[in-house]
Nanobody, 123 residues
Framework: QVQLVESGGGLVQTGGSLRLSCAPS????????MGWFRQAPGKERENVAA???????VYADSVKGRFTISRDNAKNTVYLEMNSLKPEDTAVYYC?????????????????WGQGTQVTVSS
């Protein structure tokens, strides 16, 4: 059974940093496109960043220059480094995997999802 397990969420002050990790289990995800999404209360789920197996990346405009997605295929782990956090970054963050090398940002394109980790940025 494929599982994606996120970790690293928490409470941080404005301007602070957090690093989220996503550790897939059940198979090797080195050839998968991996994405991070977030969903705030009352809002739709939105893509934050995605990374192809080759390392190509894409970011939402709202996080460019502040967030960095990366992957360590040897550890089968994907990361989201979040700096200069703002209260509007508060959301549940989800890791997702797509069985394709194509870099995509639409949530319906992804095949597997984690359970989410809460990120709260206090003002």
């Amino acid at each position: 059974q494929v599982q994606l397990v996120e970790s690293g969420g928490g409470l941080v002050q404005t301007g602070g940093s957090l690093r989220l990790s996503c550790a897939p289990s059940g198979r090797t995800f080195s050839m998968y496109t991996m994405g991070w999404f977030r969903q705030a209360p009352g809002k739709e789920r939105e893509n934050v960043a995605a990374i192809s197996w080759r390392g190509s990346t894409v970011y939402a405009d709202s996080v460019k220059g502040r967030f960095t997605i990366s992957r360590d295929n040897a550890k089968n782990t994907v990361y989201l480094e979040m700096n200069s956090l703002k209260p509007e970054d508060t959301a549940v963050y989800y890791c997702a995997a797509k069985n394709s090398g194509r870099l995509v940002i639409e949530s319906y394109e992804y095949d597997y999802w984690g359970q989410g980790t809460q990120v709260t940025v206090s003002s």
